[in-house]
């Protein structure tokens, strides 16, 4: 039987499409997840740049010498600190909240219909991507729930170190500071990765055969 022809006599729970139903509570989850995730990236991005610390010495000095204020690099560069401090105490909340959506996943993730799980629609796409004539056509299908599940390992991870850096001063957690800092801040740019290869797979699929993808994930309906 030609490829076209099999696929056309598939359910449409079985055809290579992202336009699954998905329910109120994962897209509810899944737009709040990306608020949190858009505004710690925020926060990184301005303590990186213009509320670095030292980048702003000379800006408290100038400004305080024109109110007759004379102080020194020193002294300059802990008044910069503390507004990068503030930018880093909102970054830890937005890390709290993105530790509250991680576990309330595992929470929809079970409660979920059956068939509308992950692992449920791997198994089932495995199953056909074993299947010669179809195999083309679920790889790309597959590769994204994958990088799903590496998703959720590189926010559990994340969450881990950055707890470990939220609570350095508990004794056991001194000891791996830096490990845990180290990991944290690479991690990073994995995760900034993941989203813009996410967004742009988006709007890849919107231009192409998936149209209705984005406004299925607000209203849960599709074409």
Do not use: C
Request: no cysteine; proline share 2%.
């Amino acid at each position: 039987m030609p490829v076209s022809r099999m696929l056309n006599t598939l359910s449409a729970d079985h055809k290579p499409t992202f336009l699954k139903r998905h329910s109120t509570a994962l897209r509810v989850w899944h737009w709040l997840l990306f608020l949190a995730i858009s505004g710690s990236m925020i926060t990184v991005l301005l303590n990186s740049t213009v509320l670095k610390s030292r980048h702003n010495v000379s800006l408290v000095q100038t400004e305080l010498a024109r109110s007759g204020v004379a102080v020194t690099s020193d002294q300059a560069r802990g008044v910069a600190r503390e507004f990068s401090d503030k930018i880093w105490l909102v970054h830890k909340i937005f890390g709290y909240t993105l530790i509250f959506f991680l576990l309330s996943r595992l929470v929809i993730e079970f409660s979920q219909p059956s068939g509308e799980k992950i692992f449920d629609r791997i198994r089932k796409a495995v199953g056909f991507y074993r299947e010669p004539e179809l195999k083309t056509f679920y790889r790309h299908y597959l590769a994204v729930r994958y990088g799903y599940l590496a998703f959720y390992v590189l926010l559990t991870l994340m969450a881990i170190t950055g707890l470990v850096l939220a609570y350095e001063d508990v004794g056991f957690l001194k000891g791996i500071h830096e490990t845990a800092k180290v990991i944290h801040e690479y991690g990073q740019y994995l995760l900034y990765a993941y989203v813009v290869l996410h967004v742009g797979g988006v709007i890849l699929s919107e231009l192409g055969t998936e149209k209705g993808l984005v406004s299925g994930m607000i209203h849960g309906k599709y074409p």
